[in-house]
T-cell receptor, first 112, second 115 residues
């Protein structure tokens, strides 16, 4: 059974810092890995999706990497802004199932 | 185009009543998922529909929960005899296998409060 862990659970940084959010998983037979953002009281917004054959994806100030051999993915946020404050979740579809397993998320606060 | 929509956005009900939550997936998306997110908890998978295949109901927490998907599009999640522990945000997502990536798109959720 896939287990997904996100560290840290919470993070508070000053504006402008570059930061890394971590997602680790136990089953490397993944189909894809998706990073989401969730604002309070809202649904999930897809940020980046990495397919099994890919190593990384980039969108603007965001870069997500995937290392199946070590069971890790990282989400890098460059030059953080207060508007980046949200909970970030990673989710993996694996083991032949298209039902993703979600991590508990990292709650990020970027203060001015 | 239009994203995933859910209704109602908020629902307050008395313990013991039945509720129905609705999800309209993105047009053409054959895969549809229901999740539950309780306060301070992660996303809990409930049920998965893929085309005309039998749904994967492995995440439904009790027989009070059921879901259907009519015409391969709109889905309704029904909770019978609601309990206070059913209070949560219910999220729906859809994806398209034709995109190969199975990227999930989420709706805004329905916040259910059982009093």
């Amino acid at each position: 059974k896939q287990e997904v862990t996100q560290i840290p659970a919470a993070l508070s940084v000053p504006e402008g810092e570059n930061l890394v959010l971590n997602c680790s998983f136990t089953d490397s037979a993944i189909y894809n890995l998706q990073w989401f953002r969730q604002d309070p009281g809202k649904g999930l917004t897809s940020l980046l999706l990495i397919q099994s054959s890919q190593r990384e994806q980039t969108s603007g100030r965001l870069n997500a990497s995937l290392d199946k051999s070590s069971g890790r993915s990282t989400l890098y946020i460059a030059a953080s802004q207060p508007g980046d404050s949200a909970t970030y979740l990673c989710a993996l579809a694996s083991g032949g199932s298209y039902i993703p397993t979600f991590g508990r998320g990292t709650s990020l606060i970027v203060h001015p | 185009g239009a994203g995933v929509s859910q209704s109602p956005s908020n629902k307050v009900t008395e313990k013991g009543k039945d509720v129905e939550l609705r999800c309209d997936p993105i047009s053409g998306h054959t895969a549809l998922y229901w999740y539950r997110q309780s306060l301070g908890q992660g996303l809990e998978f409930l049920i998965y529909f893929q085309g005309n295949s039998a749904p994967d109901k492995s995440g439904l927490p009790s027989d009070r929960f059921s879901a259907e998907r009519t015409g391969g599009s709109v889905s309704t999640l029904t909770i019978q005899r609601t309990q206070q522990e059913d209070s949560a945000v219910y999220l729906c997502a859809s994806s398209s296998p034709t995109e190969l990536s199975y990227e999930q798109y989420f709706g805004p959720g329905t916040r259910l409060t059982v009093t």
